[in-house]
């Protein structure tokens, strides 16, 4: 199951052309060119393996058309061309992004960057920013001031597996953990000093 949603991932957000696959604009591939492209470069797929997948993926991360005939990634994109098509959202005036204590330097120079991925990741709870950060490293939680940046008309899409998304993040939106504070969040005090929506 790892290894094959590994295999999605690669395929389905960042290097379909590894297998001759084609992603149309919005991300989407058809299922039985997938299942047929990475068997004929070695990596063999049952239909069922895909299902199973995709249906138990902890992070619900690829979902199937309506049809079951095409699959996507519901996130994570790295290419230009794929445009996911979410509409803009309003998200909870705070949100959080997991990361490792050694980013913490850059971001409070550069802010958050979406790296090689189209969007920069947030999470609806620090729980889950925890687990996101968990995967980098010693976990360090920010807290993103969302009200704010939406203020300002920043603009949030929020992803059928619950993952907000936006451009970028600078650093005047992110509260960072005080040197006291746990590492692995802002804290309550951090958190109230952040104003709430009106």
Not at 23 to 29: M, P, T, Y
Request: charged content about 15%.
């Amino acid at each position: 199951m790892i290894k094959t949603s590994k295999f999605l991932s690669l395929v389905l957000r960042h290097a379909p052309e590894t297998i001759g696959l084609t992603l149309d604009a919005n991300g989407w591939a058809d299922v039985d060119q997938l299942l047929a492209q990475a068997a004929s470069y070695g990596t063999a797929i049952s239909r069922a393996q895909l299902d199973a997948v995709v249906a138990n993926d902890s992070k619900t991360r690829y979902a199937f058309s309506s049809d079951g005939l095409r699959i996507r990634a519901n996130q994570g994109h790295s290419l230009a061309a794929v445009d996911i098509s979410l509409p803009p959202a309003i998200p909870p005036a705070l949100l959080f992004h997991g990361t490792a204590s050694r980013f913490v330097d850059a971001i409070r120079e550069q802010g958050l960057r979406p790296g090689s991925r189209n969007h920069v990741h947030l999470s609806a709870t620090a729980d889950t920013a925890v687990n996101v950060g968990s995967r980098h490293g010693k976990p360090v939680v920010l807290a993103v001031d969302t009200a704010a940046m939406q203020a300002q008309g920043r603009v949030f899409y929020v992803s059928a597996n619950g993952v907000w998304l936006t451009d970028a993040v600078p650093a005047a939106f992110i509260t960072f953990p005080s040197a006291g504070a746990s590492a692995t969040g802002p804290g309550p005090a951090a958190c109230a000093a952040i104003p709430a929506r009106p």
